[in-house]
């Protein structure tokens, strides 16, 4: 698969493959996109890397969670947490709550959690290999 080939239809959520944590909140988003809005890929794959080049996003800003919508816009850092949740739907959506607070705000706490993941959640030498059960949600 390769950019053009992105499914159009689909929000695709590029996360750090190697996190504990980032894992973590995949396999909790999976569980939970009952309406199949997700697909997934992790930043240290190809697919990963040719999504980060095309978008011309800087690597040494964001190195954990980016929200790719093809055709539409991208998102990182605290807005793509926010924006995921909000796509879930129902209680999730509370999480619009912190739009109110300034973007840098919301960012601080964000990098504060994302540079400390490793120390908290540790860290797995490979990404993981995704059940045949979810191996549809991934690219």
Known sequence: MDIETLPKDKKIILFDGVCNLCDATVQYLIKRDNKD????????????EEIINYLGINRTKTDSIILYEPGKAYYYKAQAAIKIASA????YTLMNVFTIFPKGLNNMVYDYIAKNRYKWYGKKSECMIPTPQMKAKFL
């Open 37 to 48: 809005v997700f697909r997934f890929v992790a930043l240290q794959s190809e697919l990963g």
């Open 88 to 91: 879930l739907g129902g209680i």
